[in-house]
Structures are given as C-alpha cells and as structure tokens.
C-alpha cells in the first residue's frame, strides 16, 4: 500500500502529466521524471547555463531546464534523444550526459524547495528539442579553450513534399 501524498504533490504530478504529457512518477520525494525512453538530459555548470540559453533561444529553441541548487549550483536541460548524441565522451568538461537510469525530482508547482525551473516547460510547445540541437548551444557557449576535440554534426534529414 502506499502513502497518501500531499496535496501539493499530486497537483505537480497531475499537472505535469496533463499539461505537458509527461510520464512523471510519484515517489515519498516528490514527482520525479524518469530519463530515457526517449528523454535525456544535459547538466551544465550554472554559470555557463545563461550563456547556453540565449544560444538555444537563438536558434528558436525552447526548452525546460531544471535549476539544482544541491552543492555546486547546475541547471538540466532536457532534451529528446536523437542518433547523434551517444554519450559522455562528446560532452565539453563539466557537462554530464544524463540518461536511463537518471530519475530527475522535478519542482512541485507552486511550493518553493531546492528545485525550480531555470527555464520552465511551455505547455504551448510540449516536445523537446533534438540533443544534438542542445548540445550544439553547449558547445557553443563554453569557452573555446574547454571545447573538446570534435564538434556534433547533426545528420541530414530527409526531406519529403507534400503535395
């Protein structure tokens, strides 16, 4: 049997699921969004994490991004999986890849904790963008002399007409 949650919680939870369609988990911690099928994340010293939205927003871009303030303060961005992003080998320092098994405590809404959105999800644009699209705006915004050796090439996409 499991604990009745508070209040606060299921509101997060409900609100989460039906707003933005994201399969979301009640845990005693809080609403927590499992990474993987289809679902990843990028963590991002906080310090470059401005630098890195305005790169996204840019490029027409959007996308949620967690702020954790635990320890050295970070902000995750999130991001669909795509076939060009494998793993932590093509992340800049400091940068961690976040996949399965990554469960992410997501802010309750309204209710102040050590979570809170750094950019918060847009119920008018419920997908998230490609990571190599997110990665690229990383890459873009951490100073060249930390930049890895390779870049991230995005494959081309097919493109079909309609009509």
């Not at 989460?16 to 990474?35: A, M, N, S």
């Not at 890849?97 to 419920?126: E, H, I, K, Q, T």
Request: proline letters at 9%; a neutral charge.
């Amino acid at each position: 049997m499991q604990p009745e949650q508070s209040p606060a919680v299921e509101r997060a939870a409900a609100w989460y699921r039906e707003v933005h369609f994201w399969p979301v988990l009640v845990t005693r911690d809080g609403v927590c969004l499992p990474l993987g099928r289809g679902v990843v994340a990028f963590d991002v010293p906080a310090d470059r994490a401005t630098r890195v939205q305005e790169v996204l927003e840019g490029n027409d871009i959007v996308t949620a991004a967690l702020l954790v303030e635990e320890g050295e303060p970070r902000v995750q961005f999130l991001a669909e999986a795509d076939d060009a992003v494998f793993g932590q080998f093509q992340m800049p320092p400091d940068v961690r890849y976040l996949s399965v098994p990554v469960v992410l405590r997501l802010p309750l809404v309204n209710v102040v904790s050590d979570r809170s959105w750094f950019r918060a999800p847009d119920a008018g644009r419920r997908w998230f963008p490609r990571a190599a699209a997110v990665l690229q705006a990383i890459v873009a915004a951490t100073p060249r002399a930390l930049r890895g050796r390779g870049e991230v090439r995005l494959p081309k996409r097919e493109r079909v007409l309609i009509g």
